[in-house]
């Protein structure tokens, strides 16, 4: 086994190149940079870190030394104080919680939000095999505290099959709520429509796009 040690521009950077013959040396090299690390770690009380770099062209392999995480030291980035938030602002928030839960009531007691049975038998299967497409973003079910789970009937093509785009659409923007919230709202990307008239409209490339770019913040 032939050991080169190389320099970096910072002399304590320094790395063990190993062009190793076989597997096993190399293997039984990484487990002794493992131990020294974890020796390291415990002594030191945070974490270490060491870098292992595979260069298949040159058929050669590179452990860096072992090194501590200063970013990682207590007290390395001191966390200000923060107050607790005062009267005002509490009962602030607690209009906001309010006005946000009879919101969402609202929206779950509007025309044609269908029960889970009612849903059900409007697709023609089972409570169970709906509550199941839900939890895998194949139909929209929103969640409501009192009311249990709400299935916009709009959700449905003119065959009467959840529209196609739907498990994408959970996919980008993560939550059923945002999926209601991007489909009932008009968007610039999609011309000024909302997102579900462009689904009635069969344009799924254009939604994904606009959907895209309301999950990365990009509200153009």
């Given at each position: 086994?032939?050991?080169?040690?190389?320099?970096?521009?910072?002399?304590?950077?320094?790395?063990?190149?190993?062009?190793?013959?076989?597997?096993?040396?190399?293997?039984?090299?990484?487990?002794?940079?493992?131990?020294?690390?974890?020796?390291?770690?415990?002594?030191?009380?945070?974490?270490?870190?060491?870098?292992?770099?595979?260069?298949?062209?040159?058929?050669?392999?590179?452990?860096?030394?072992?090194?501590?995480?200063?970013?990682?030291?207590?007290?390395?980035?001191?966390?200000?104080?923060?107050?607790?938030?005062?009267?005002?602002?509490?009962?602030?928030?607690?209009?906001?919680?309010?006005?946000?839960?009879?919101?969402?009531?609202?929206?779950?007691?509007?025309?044609?939000?269908?029960?889970?049975?009612?849903?059900?038998?409007?697709?023609?299967?089972?409570?169970?095999?709906?509550?199941?497409?839900?939890?895998?973003?194949?139909?929209?079910?929103?969640?409501?505290?009192?009311?249990?789970?709400?299935?916009?009937?709009?959700?449905?093509?003119?065959?009467?099959?959840?529209y196609a785009a739907l498990p994408k659409l959970h996919a980008i923007l993560g939550s059923a709520w945002?999926?209601?919230r991007f489909l009932v709202t008009p968007h610039g990307a999609l011309d000024g429509r909302t997102g579900?008239?462009?689904?009635?409209?069969?344009?799924?490339?254009?939604?994904?796009?606009?959907?895209?770019?309301?999950?990365?913040?990009?509200?153009?």
């Amino acid at each position: 086994m032939s050991v080169t040690k190389t320099v970096a521009s910072d002399s304590s950077n320094v790395a063990l190149s190993m062009k190793l013959p076989r597997r096993a040396d190399f293997e039984k090299a990484l487990i002794r940079q493992y131990a020294k690390a974890v020796q390291l770690s415990r002594k030191a009380g945070h974490q270490v870190s060491f870098r292992v770099v595979v260069d298949p062209l040159a058929g050669a392999q590179t452990i860096s030394v072992v090194e501590e995480e200063p970013a990682l030291r207590e007290n390395a980035f001191p966390v200000e104080s923060v107050a607790d938030p005062d009267d005002e602002l509490q009962a602030a928030l607690a209009t906001a919680r309010e006005r946000g839960r009879r919101r969402v009531a609202e929206i779950l007691a509007e025309d044609g939000m269908l029960s889970a049975d009612a849903f059900a038998d409007l697709l023609g299967m089972s409570r169970v095999t709906v509550n199941t497409k839900r939890q895998n973003g194949q139909v929209l079910g929103l969640d409501g505290a009192k009311r249990g789970f709400r299935f916009p009937a709009w959700q449905l093509d003119r065959d009467g099959r959840p529209y196609a785009a739907l498990p994408k659409l959970h996919a980008i923007l993560g939550s059923a709520w945002a999926v209601y919230r991007f489909l009932v709202t008009p968007h610039g990307a999609l011309d000024g429509r909302t997102g579900l008239v462009a689904l009635k409209r069969g344009h799924d490339d254009e939604i994904l796009a606009a959907a895209e770019s309301v999950a990365h913040g990009d509200f153009r």
